[in-house]
C-alpha cells in the first residue's frame, strides 16, 4: 500500500506534464533452482513450483501496474514475455464488452452524460475510452474491427484518435 500511495503521489504531480511513469521490473526470475538430470521427484516439483511462482509474480505485476494506469517496467527474463502479453490481452479483453457499449452510447448522446450500469460517463470520458480500445489495438489484444464492432465507430474515426475530432464529425454530417 506505501509504495501505491507513492506511485499514486508520483501520477498526481506528473499529470499533464507528459512525463510518464513506470514501475520497476519483476526481479523473481523463472529459473528453477535445481540442475541437471538426476533430479528427484521432489528436485522436479520444486523447479516447478518456483517457475510457476515466479511467472504468477510477474503476471501480477504487470495487472497491478495497469490497474493503477501507469506502466510495469521491463522484462528481465525471456520467459517473462508471454506472462506479459497474456496480463496486457486479459486486462484489454475482459473489460472491452462494457468499454465498447460505454463508449458507442458516449458517442451516440454526442456530449451528453450516460449511465451504463452503475458507471456514469460525462465528457471528460470519452478520450479515456477511445485511448483504451486504441491501446488494446496498439498492443495487439483487439483488431480494429473488433474495436468498431463493440463502439459503433468507423475505421476513420479510429485513426483521428481523438474523441473531439470524432464528435465534431458526427455532429456536421
Not at 72 to 96: C, I, K, N, S
Not at 142 to 161: K, P, V, W
Amino acid at each position: 500500500p506505501a509504495c501505491d500511495f507513492a506511485r499514486h503521489t508520483l501520477q498526481v504531480s506528473l499529470a499533464g506534464t507528459g512525463v510518464w511513469i513506470s514501475d520497476g521490473a519483476t526481479n523473481v526470475m523463472p529459473v528453477p533452482p535445481y540442475r541437471g538430470e538426476d533430479l528427484t521427484a521432489e528436485q522436479v516439483e520444486e523447479n516447478r513450483q518456483v517457475v510457476h511462482d515466479a511467472l504468477r509474480l510477474h503476471y501480477d505485476h504487470v495487472r497491478h501496474s495497469l490497474t493503477h494506469a501507469y506502466y510495469q517496467g521491463w522484462d528481465l527474463h525471456p520467459a517473462q514475455l508471454p506472462t506479459r502479453y497474456a496480463a496486457v490481452y486479459a486486462f484489454f479483453l475482459e473489460g472491452l464488452d462494457q468499454a465498447g457499449e460505454r463508449l458507442a452510447n458516449f458517442v451516440d448522446s454526442a456530449a451528453k452524460a450516460t449511465l451504463v450500469g452503475e458507471v456514469f460517463d460525462d465528457a471528460a470520458t470519452g478520450q479515456g475510452l477511445l485511448n483504451y480500445f486504441l491501446r488494446a489495438i496498439n498492443c495487439g489484444a483487439i483488431t480494429e474491427e473488433d474495436a468498431t464492432s463493440r463502439t459503433g465507430l468507423t475505421i476513420d474515426e479510429l485513426h483521428t484518435r481523438s474523441f473531439v475530432r470524432i464528435l465534431e464529425g458526427r455532429r456536421s454530417s
